[in-house]
């Protein structure tokens, strides 16, 4: 066996821009001898290989002969190589996915070489004046995270990992105390609950007998919050009054009530699921990928976009995926290095990872991100929030499944390894500062090519009509799809049979493990083979892994011995239900204003403009593709220079029609922190609100709610969550918007080791919309001089939670509220007028207030305007030029009208708060008169369109 | 009964084939979307095409080098076929990830019938280290209009890039002087105006603004930009600005529409 090393680097005088990029980075935290990077990328070949056949891969290949040289050497252990002064080389952990190298083999195989292993390395060489543990300093900082990458110090070659032999491992819990059980739930990291581990002590009581391993971690997956949400679903005592089942009776009973014949499949399925048109429904759901991004952002998030994907695909019988959403919260990417706990990774390296992780497997499922958000806060640095979402299209007749008994289970995909090992438990504990040592293993890096293959087989399979159920394998692993699949049926699984990326898993571990990219299926024993001739047509593995019985009983085998035989009934049905005590005190909302009045707002205006929130976000926008798959109408920037903050994304999924899809969210945590009931109304409302002012339909739209709180153990974060849940409720029924699907994850929460920092209660809303003719949009950039300017509904004094305080550094003040009576109305009269053609182009009024929004209108348009703020229609206790300027009032929208149709409007919006504010201008004049009639905005738009666009630019050196 | 028939390659990892089959079917073509493996297995299929698409994406997730791991496929795979498509004078388009395994295959720039599959060009890394997707104007090369894919095309047209490794580098001097004086470079990347310069006008740092070049009989086109991606009116990015009522087609469906026209009137 012979063992060859390949180093391939750009040629001289060839620029690399990695080392450019990179050298950015090193100054930025503070290094600044460092003059040079090479950047090497390594190929170690092993087996039946010649020097000159590794020549020939090397030349011919892995180097680019116009760009790259390569160098070929035979390879020894204790290779001086390593030893090189200033040089760092980084290698992946082993069992951590290398998609290269398993296309360099397959690639090899295609030029006639096989039997050669490949090992796949970087190498990075400094230079410059440094001290000499600079480079390493770089690498821990920049180069790897040591959770799936570690230094190269020796030479390494493909290696087999260990057999592992059999033997049946029994837990005994039957004649453990109490301080015992709860010493095994924490060692074990079963997260389990002492209450729950009494009822599984005493159901083995029953049954004479202890558990095995296998047993024991199928029960803490199921039973896990991540899986089960045991909060939003279990009873709650709120202020002494006892609420019964959370979801059901707030979020879920909205939905109930409003009965919308559209609504095919609400929170059962992988994703809810309206209908489309005549022949196709659409499904959507929002998940989150919160504590695996804190640990590694880059394989958190693009395991996160990946696991939604599968989510998509695994509703009904399967739904292509057409669109990714995507929000994000950061702590602040410009935070002093010395500002970060330990244990936390800066948010800027966070903000990279997780942007460049949802790039990368969401551009290579050829899905296009077409929709997303970020908000930043300090306590989002050691838990940032990570939410990913997908939207799919479905034949109609694929929107249910039904496994039946002697249905044969089919696993497709991805390999079974140990890695994702307890990410459902883990997701369901709190993050701390050793949580980098103790969970490693529920830390992936994903594949999108073996989702990508899979997408496209499955869906032929479907159309074939091959199978009669799906899941994704997520949480949980094979452990929850088929114990969810087989809950009415009962299920054997020959855990030995599962396709495995190394040897050496114990049962247990395969069975629970959340490798990802893969599937689940139920098959009938008659179609088998032509099923699997789909999947073998294209290379994707699929794999016979056991049947749906009719026992109601989980059996689990390795190898013929019997490693877990379980009642379905007890394992979904045994979880003992808990009464959660929550606390709710109303907080005095001051409406005072700290902030003195001024002359001239101008300032203000830039400061919010180039705050965090606000500001542009193009730089993470440009690098997702938001047009693949051709359907794309509304894209995220829009105006003149196609640079401009859309409202909504809109998509035409069918190629020949013109029927299209709404997309848009709402999330505001700072109106949390006053009212997390008010929170939840204002971001409904914000998320409807943007779909209208694209033109969208009020009757059509659905929602997603998706709450990442902080733990719930605590009775005053549970009491947030009940109030927010008891809006959604009232206002999903007021503006007659169902909620479809939802998520929950609950202890978003790090702790630094001296105290524990929560995130803001953040609750996502994501909508939905079916619109009949996308050729009847409209987009928020002004589009013509001398047209004119309206406000439609009325300004409060809610300066609280606005992004005016937050640039002021004030808390307090009144939160917006919603009048969803009023604003239904406005809402129905202006989605009217939309349509009718009567408007060119429209905003919501959000975050930053009018004066923001309608910034944001003037400078997409390229057009200044003349606004007089005593117009806009205003509630009598508004007097100040800074409220009408920036309060946050939910229910508001600015209004584009062509001179020649302003009767026509005026007629359409008859009955709503109007006002005619001013008009666009020929030139890029901002210019705002104050209530007492003097200027009090007077700005140049591109200057504030710097500024606007410069906050993440600069710091992201672009 | 139109003649042209267009065979659209996919693999692990392609994921404009859909789009990219519609728009020769718009064109008036007929197209199949065919799996590399498949046509592997059945090489003669090749025969009944006179068309072949290799589109957009990221085969085999582009690992080793965009484009790398096809073009290494289809070249030792499918030699003799690709040798007889093209000699026989059929049309090849490859678009974004199909160019990338064009110029890796060595199917481009093929300024003689006996450099096939010998790479001269590269697509690599953008200047900025990462994936773009924007809209960009395409200036066609005035002088020759050599290339049967934009015969019909108006001397500016606008469509969007979406990649990561588009900056296009000639090996040498010499070659780049060739592909000039042959009037291969088929667009330039350029302002609204037609003028060239710096980011983002030339979104990528490609050599001479190239986006995109055809061989030396004008036959075979590979280009940076999404033609695909520009064939109905809704897909532009300021249609509610600036599209008139009744212009119901995209710029780029005219691209396909000219190989379906040469096909029929050969």
Known sequence: MLTFRIEIGNKKNFPDPRSGNLLKDIKDIGINGVKHVDIVDVFTLTGDVTAKKAKDVARTLLADSVSQECRVYPCALRDKRFAQKNTVEIASNPGVMDPVRDSVIKAMNDMGIVGVSVTTSKKYIFAGRFNAGTSRNVADKLLYNKLIQHIVTHSETAENAAQYDFSYTEVPVITLDDPGLSKLSYDARLYLSLAEMKVIRKHYKTIGRNPSDCELETIAQTWSEHCKHKTMLGDILFDGKLVRKLLKNTVMKATIELKKPWCISVFKDNAGIIEFDDKHNVCFKVETHNHPSALEPYGGAGTGIGGVIRDTLGTGLGAKPIANTDVFCFGFPDAPNAKIPKGALHPKRVMKGVVSGVRDYGNKMGIPTVNGAVYFDERYTGNPLVYCGNIGIMPKACSFKKVSSGDLIVAVGGRTGRDGIHGATFSSSELTHESETISATAVQIGDPITEKKVLDTLLKARDLGLYDAVTDCGAGGFSSAVGEMGEETGAEVYLEKAPLKYEGLKPWEIWVSEAQERMVLAVKPKKLKKLLSIFESENVEAVVIGKFTRDKKLKLFYKKHKVADLDMEFLHGGLPGVVRKAIWKNRHEDPRIATPVRTNYNTDLARILASWNISSKEWIIRQYDHEVQAGSVLKPLVGAENDGPSDAAVIRPVLTSNKGIVISNGINPRYGDIDPYWMAASVIEEAIRQIIAVGGDPDKIAILDNFCWGSTENPVELGKLVRASQACYDFGKAFGTPFISGKDSLNNEFNTGKGVVAIPSTLLISAIAVIDDVRKTISMDVKEPGNLIYVLGKTFQELGGSQYNLVNGLSGGVVPRVNAKVSAQLMRKLSVAIRKGLVVSCHDISDGGFAVSAAEMFFAGGYGADIDLGKLPRDRSVKRDDVVLFSESNGRFIAEVPAGKKEEFEKALRGVHLGFVGKVRKDKKMLVKGLGGKTVVNADIDKLKYSWQNTIRKVMHE | ?266
């Open chain 2, 1 to 266: 009964m139109s003649k042209a028939k267009a065979l659209v390659i996919r693999t692990a990892g392609t994921n404009c084939d859909v789009e990219t089959a519609h728009a020769f079917r718009l064109a008036g073509a007929f197209a199949d979307v065919m799996h590399i493996n498949s046509l592997i297995k059945n090489k003669s299929a090749m025969k009944k095409f006179n068309i072949l698409a290799i589109p957009g994406g990221f085969s085999y997730g582009d690992d080793i080098a965009s484009g790398k791991i096809l073009a290494n496929e289809m070249k030792h795979s499918l030699k003799n076929e690709l040798s007889e498509f093209v000699s026989r004078g059929k049309l090849v388009i490859g678009i974004c990830n199909g160019f990338q395994v064009l110029v890796k295959m060595g199917l481009l720039p093929l300024f003689t019938k006996d450099e096939l599959f010998a790479p001269k060009v590269t697509l690599t890394l953008n200047d900025a280290g990462h994936y773009i997707d924007r809209w960009i104007y395409l200036k066609k090369d005035p002088v020759k209009n050599l290339c049967v894919w934009t015969k019909q095309l108006p001397e500016i047209i606008y469509l969007p890039i979406a990649h990561a490794e588009g900056k296009f580098v000639p090996q040498s001097s010499e070659v780049l002087k060739k592909l000039r004086a042959n009037g291969q470079i088929v667009f330039r990347y350029s302002d609204e105006a037609g003028n060239e310069g710096a980011y983002p006008v030339n979104p990528n740092g490609s050599v001479d603004n190239i986006a995109g070049i055809c061989d030396s009989t004008g036959r075979i086109l590979g280009m940076m930009p999404h033609p695909e991606r520009h064939i109905f009116f809704t897909q532009h990015p300021r249609w509610q600005r600036c599209v008139k009522k009744g212009k119901e087609t995209g710029i780029g469906l005219q691209i396909f529409r000219n190989a379906v026209q040469f096909v029929n009137k050969a």
